[in-house]
Every structure is written in structure tokens, then in C-alpha cells.
């Protein structure tokens, strides 16, 4: 079945850097566009970062770009989120979602949980 | 950007009575509207795309209707594992997609 599980959450000081994982079964990866989500706790779902399914094209919301890198590896069914200079404000839970055609989303992981503090 | 909108920010419905849960956007998105079910702890789940095409699995209960700025999602006899929060998505004009900030839905 189609499956995302992420990885690499965990608290970290503010400056610091973290990078998450996400892998992806029981589909052909490399087909798909793929996305991080994040969700502060108690909050609603705010986009971060998009890469497309070649990794041809990337893109960013305006209160991660310059610091978050998204990144992924095809041979390896593996999507990545490179978060330098982190912040308070980026505590959240991040998940992973597979796009179709760059629209809405029909499959999500659980989420990792981030945590930015001193 | 476009600016999504819910209403109410929570709902109390008693079980089997109708749900309709609105989202406005701030410029048209004409009919590239989804909305996503999430309850505590657990991922967020695709109900409707397309402004008004059930995902895959999703009960007939659920129902998407509307096309520009205005939209209803309509949950036609409440189920006891219907209570969670909803979500709409654009994905008209991007970057950013943008979310609603939610509809909580509660047991009346």
C-alpha cells in the first residue's frame, strides 16, 4: 500500500539545523511531485516547500525560503528537508504528501514532530 | 496569495443531523478546491477534489459543492467518526498553496 513515513524530528536549539526524512513505498516515487506541510501544534496546515517529480523545480513559502532546503532521491524513494537557521516559529509537526499534478494531496505521513527551543 | 477562509471555526452538530462547512477565497480559484478530514493525532485524509469529486473510499455522505470563491462541504448524516476538524486547500494559483484555518467539528 501507498506509505510516506518521515523521520528525523526532534528538539533543537534556535540556530541550529535538522534534517528530516521521508520515505515513500508502494508506489513509483519518481512519478510524483512531492511536499512538506507543516502544523504548529494546535494550528492549521501551512505549505512549506515543493520539489518536482524529477526535482527539476523547487519551491518555497516565503517564511522558510533562504533557510529550508527541499531535496529528494529517486533511486532511493527518499525526500528530504534541509532546515538551517531554525526558529522558534518552526516548531511543528512536518509532514510529507504526494501531489497529484501539483494540485491536492492524496496520501500523507504521520509527521515529524520539530521542536525549536532554547 | 490567495486567502482561504472557513466558517465557523467550529460547529456543533448532533449525530445524524446534516454539517455544511463553508470556505471562501480571496480571488477566484475556480473549481481547484480540495478538502481534507483530520483528527487528533493522524494525518490529515483527502474527501474531495476538484471542488466536488469524493477521493477514492470516501462515503456518499460527503458531498462538495461550489466553484470561484465560494465553497460547501456538506456531510449529509453525521457519524459518530465524522467529528474532526476540516481543512480546504487552493491550489489555483501557487506558490503558496494555501489552506483554510480550519472547521472544528463537534458532537452537539
Known amino acids: 500500500q501507498v506509505q510516506l513515513v518521515e523521520s528525523g524530528g526532534g528538539v533543537v536549539q534556535p540556530g541550529r539545523s535538522l534534517r528530516l526524512s521521508c520515505e515513500a513505498s508502494g508506489f513509483t516515487f519518481s512519478n510524483y511531485g512531492m511536499h512538506w506541510v507543516r502544523q504548529a501544534p494546535g494550528k492549521g496546515l501551512e505549505w512549506v516547500a515543493l520539489?518536482?517529480?524529477?526535482?527539476?523545480?523547487?519551491y518555497y513559502a516565503d517564511s522558510v525560503k533562504g533557510r529550508f532546503t527541499i531535496s529528494r532521491d529517486n533511486s532511493k524513494n527518499m525526500l528530504y528537508l534541509q532546515m538551517n537557521s531554525l526558529r522558534a516559529e518552526d516548531t511543528a509537526v512536518y509532514h510529507c504528501a504526494r501531489d497529484i499534478s501539483s494540485s491536492w494531496y492524496d496520501c500523507w505521513g504521520q509527521g515529524t514532530l520539530v521542536t525549536v527551543s532554547s | 496569495e490567495i486567502v482561504m477562509t472557513q466558517s465557523p471555526a467550529t460547529l456543533s452538530v448532533s449525530p445524524g443531523e446534516r454539517a455544511t462547512l463553508s470556505c471562501r477565497a480571496s480571488?477566484?480559484?475556480?473549481?481547484?478546491l480540495a478538502w481534507y478530514q483530520q483528527k487528533p493525532g493522524q494525518a490529515p485524509r483527502l474527501l474531495i477534489y476538484?471542488?466536488?469529486t469524493r477521493a477514492t473510499g470516501i462515503p456518499a455522505r460527503f458531498s462538495g459543492s461550489g466553484s470561484g470563491t465560494e465553497f460547501t462541504l456538506t456531510i449529509s448524516s453525521l457519524q459518530s467518526e465524522d467529528f474532526a476538524v476540516y481543512y480546504c486547500?487552493?491550489?489555483?494559483?501557487?506558490?503558496?498553496?494555501?489552506f483554510g484555518q480550519g472547521t472544528r467539528l463537534e458532537i452537539k
Open positions: 486547500q487552493q491550489y489555483k494559483n501557487w506558490p503558496p498553496i494555501t
Open positions: 520539489i518536482w517529480h524529477d526535482g527539476g523545480s523547487k
Open positions: 480571488q477566484s480559484v475556480s473549481s481547484n
Open positions: 476538484a471542488a466536488s
